[in-house]
């Protein structure tokens, strides 16, 4: 049986698609796709294949696309996906995560939408923004978005969400009441470090196999909680930077996780000493070692974004991401070495591993 | 059209804010009535976009 490697890459002018054959050496790149939008996220619902396409147009409000097709032919909706005539405007989409029969969608300003018919209609998760902590969420840098959906993979009537810059929140109702899950993660930006809530998530996930374990990629630091977020320890002793944007989990091992430190908030947000480097631990955070084979290292100004980096599901696992300069890099080693897949793309917002048996 | 109106109309219920509509060579709101026959022009702004 054939293999097709997809990668989905989202930027700041439309979708791209990159596709290779099961080598993962050489790979083509799409046309721009879903008309040039900007494009924040996608994914594929695992249930259906679709392809799912989150973002918004400065002309045309938000809206999630999706392929049935692989790319070739989109529909888009944002049918009741609004916060009504009297609430605040939907600008753009931040998140689509598909679960158990439904997609769910991560807007700005933040909030939660379900749809349950394949992304033709949303309803609005209510609770959310009914937690008593909402008239005080700020917003980061970004905008005060929420950006991380990660669905606990057995019970289905446990998500966590992460909404910057306010933190992360936890349902175990399917969304009728949501639970701050912030404690022992820093926020050294108040005056109180260890707020309930105002913590600057920057990406989190739960890890494979171990649903109540989560990592946190946060502005002040990397964290790990081995108890569905009630409380959190700091892993970020070993690393260059405490800052940084993406976080990505090994799809067969809660122990090993990639990040890529950027050199602080406020010097540009590169790559450490302008080398390219990945970091990876395989014991939870213990440890941390410092991946740059095949990577730039002379005058490397990279930047990656929040969603900008994945794995996909091979047996030795590819890993993958994309600059704000438009370059997409790979690893078909599990980050020991890489190679650059794509250049000249603009500015990469997202990008998603897809591995299609033909 | 399904999904046209949310295209083009925003929460409040407005226009959304990088689009144009015309109506008979009239800029229009939501507030414009159409006459039978008149032409509806809808045009994104120079306003919206990336650079």
Not at chain 1, 46 to 52: K, Q, V
Not at chain 1, 269 to 290: C, I, L, N, Y
Not at chain 2, 12 to 26: D, I, K, M, T, W
Not at chain 2, 37 to 42: L, Y
Request: net charge negative.
């Amino acid at each position: 049986m054939a293999t097709k490697n997809l990668l989905l890459v989202g930027t700041r002018k439309g979708a791209f698609i990159l596709e290779s054959d099961a080598d993962r050496r050489d790979w083509t790149v799409s046309e721009p796709l879903c008309e040039g939008w900007p494009i924040h996220d996608m994914s594929v619902d695992p249930r259906t294949g679709a392809i799912l396409a989150a973002g918004g147009s400065t002309w045309y409000g938000p809206a999630i696309w999706r392929s049935t097709d692989l790319g070739k032919t989109w529909s888009h909706s944002s049918e009741g996906l609004t916060y009504g005539d009297d609430g605040p405007r939907i600008p753009t989409i931040w998140n689509v995560t598909a679960s158990n029969g439904s997609i769910y969608a991560g807007v700005e300003p933040a909030g939660l939408f379900r749809s349950d018919d394949d992304g033709a209609s949303w309803t609005h998760v209510k609770g959310l923004r009914e937690h008593p902590s909402t008239p005080g969420w700020q917003p980061g840098n970004g905008g005060l978005i929420l950006h991380t959906i990660s669905p606990h993979a057995t019970d289905t009537n446990r998500m966590w969400v992460g909404i910057s810059a306010v933190g992360v929140f936890e349902t175990r109702d399917g969304g009728e009441t949501w639970t701050t899950r912030n404690k022992g993660v820093r926020a050294d930006f108040h005056p109180d470090i260890y707020p309930e809530f105002g913590q600057c998530v920057h990406k989190m996930y739960s890890a494979a196999g171990e649903p109540e374990t989560l990592y946190q990629q946060n502005h002040c630091g990397v964290y790990r909680s081995d108890n569905g977020g009630e409380s959190w320890d700091e892993i970020t002793p070993g690393l260059p930077s405490q800052f940084g944007f993406p976080a990505v989990g090994h799809p067969r091992d809660a122990d090993t996780m990639w990040i890529i430190p950027m050199n602080g908030d406020d010097r540009g947000r590169f790559m450490p000493d302008h080398e390219g480097q990945v970091w990876k631990t395989t014991d939870r955070g213990a440890s941390w070692s410092r991946k740059s084979n095949g990577l730039p290292q002379e005058d490397a100004y990279m930047t990656v974004l929040r969603e900008a980096m994945a794995v996909d599901r091979n047996d030795s696992v590819g890993v993958y991401f994309g600059t704000s300069g438009g370059e997409v890099w790979a690893s078909t080693d599990e980050g020991e070495t890489w190679h650059e897949i794509a250049a000249h793309l603009p500015t990469v917002w997202s990008v998603e591993a897809h591995v299609v048996e033909a | 059209v399904p999904g046209l109106r949310n295209r083009i109309v925003d929460a409040g219920p407005v226009l959304r804010e990088h689009l144009n509509v015309f109506v008979a060579g009239q800029r229009a709101d939501l507030s414009t009535t159409v006459r039978a026959g008149e032409t509806v022009h809808i045009i994104p702004a120079v306003s919206g976009g990336a650079a």
